[in-house]
């Protein structure tokens, strides 16, 4: 007897039902038009359950410095302090339960109680709006829940990491174009919720239901395999696991990714400015520009998933990385708006090479402990985010934003020529 879709994950779990026919392409009809992979059930749940997660980001992030520092009454300097500190217990959280993920090979009942962690900091703003529940959540619970982003990709390389790289290239893609679906269409929808209320506090209910979408989706229909994820070496400490983390082999390299990565934190802040500014548009035209760019970001997912086949992942990420440098020192010249919109195709592009391509090549980087290695992912995010903030305050410092443009292009040719050595025997 057969069946799909969600009467296969009923039959799992209840032994008084034939035995189901494993997967296959053929049981879900809404997924024949995708790679044969993506039949594994843990890779289809991953990909629902971190479509939730974006959910959760992209409802609340647009707002979270218009809640703390308007409606709550945070000071400016108390509030970016409030981030800084966050991202670093963020960076902690992801290394610390990585590992113990990799220990015990609990993936899944790791990311249910993670995804429970975030409806409780979420619903905690919204149900109590002070000053302390939002310091508190976004202090300790918010980063807490952030490292489900890395325990998620570190579950679908627990169960493809004996598959061939260039269909985990695959996979991570998939799973990661996720998020820019989520970013496509929740601001949107939260801002039309949003556009007739005082507050911006619902976004924060709104975060807290996905996350228990997120919660259902990891306990209910992600199937049961932990004990097949635990690692070879199963007793590495935390100390041991960050000394993996910081050894030269892998943070030369990570820093690598981190400088080419910055760049896409850097047009977060540059884009608005430059397209309000030098380009004279408005600031109606962020929204549009930021969703083209998303979209074209879910389409060239895929083609740098069948790039990685043939050039491999560095001279793909290379390829990607140097078409993005040219879409910066474009934008440090533009002076119209029609331009920023022209290169949203450019950006576009080379945004979904630098999004995906560095995933599978930082998990590849301790690839013997699924969970270690994907926290490298949150470390990545980390110190190329701290890279945007310096260049900006260097470029801006001694420069205009064009300029600030200029200098972070050089930062990421730099990346890019650090990679291309440091894999030159590849």
């Known amino acids: 007897m057969r069946y799909g879709g969600f009467g296969a994950l009923i039959a799992a779990r209840h032994p008084f039902l034939p035995p189901a026919i494993p997967s296959c392409p053929q049981l879900s009809p809404m997924f024949r038009y995708l790679p044969p992979v993506f039949s594994e059930p843990t890779v289809r749940a991953t990909m629902l359950a971190i479509l939730a997660f974006g959910f959760s980001g992209a409802a609340t992030s647009p707002y979270q410095s218009i809640v703390g520092i308007r409606e709550l009454g945070l000071g400016n300097g108390a509030y970016s302090m409030l981030v800084v500190v966050a991202s670093f217990v963020n960076v902690a959280a992801s290394i610390l339960l990585g590992n113990l993920a990799d220990r015990v090979g609990a993936y899944r009942q790791m990311m249910a109680g993670v995804s429970l962690v975030g409806v409780i900091a979420f619903g905690f703003i919204y149900s109590m709006p002070t000053q302390a529940s939002f310091v508190f959540s976004l202090l300790f619970l918010i980063p807490i829940y952030g490292s489900l982003n890395a325990l998620l990709f570190a579950n679908v390389r627990s169960v493809t990491r004996h598959m061939a790289s260039a269909e985990i290239a695959s996979v991570n893609s998939g799973v990661r174009a996720m998020i820019s679906v989520a970013w496509i269409v929740v601001p949107g929808i939260t801002g039309i919720l949003l556009a007739g209320s005082p507050s911006m506090l619902p976004a924060y209910l709104y975060a807290a239901l996905a996350c228990f979408g997120c919660f259902f989706v990891v306990f209910f229909l992600m199937p049961r395999g932990d004990e097949a994820a635990k690692t070879v070496d199963a007793q590495l400490s935390h100390l041991a696991a960050l000394g993996a983390v910081l050894s030269p082999r892998v943070f030369v390299r990570l820093s690598a990714i981190a400088l080419i990565c910055s760049m896409l934190h850097m047009s977060g802040i540059l884009l608005p400015l430059i397209l309000t500014t030098s380009a004279k548009g408005k600031v109606a035209d962020i929204g549009f520009i930021v969703g083209i760019v998303a979209l074209l970001e879910v389409i060239f997912i895929f083609v740098w998933a069948r790039i990685q086949r043939r050039f491999g992942p560095v001279h793909a990420l290379a390829v990607g990385s140097a078409i993005y440098v040219v879409n910066f020192l474009a934008l440090s ?87 291309l050595y440091l894999e030159r025997k590849r």
């Open 333 to 419: 010249f533009v002076n119209a708006p029609w331009q920023v919109y022209g290169l949203t195709l450019i950006s576009g592009f080379g945004a979904a090479a630098i999004i995906t391509i560095p995933i599978t090549y930082l998990q590849d980087l301790i690839a013997e402990r699924p969970g270690l290695g994907s926290s490298l992912i949150s470390v990545n995010i980390f110190v190329s985010s701290g890279l945007s903030a310096l260049l900006f305050a260097v470029g801006t410092g001694i420069s205009s934003y064009p300029g600030t443009a200029f200098l972070s292009a050089l930062a990421g040719a730099a990346g890019i020529a650090l990679l």
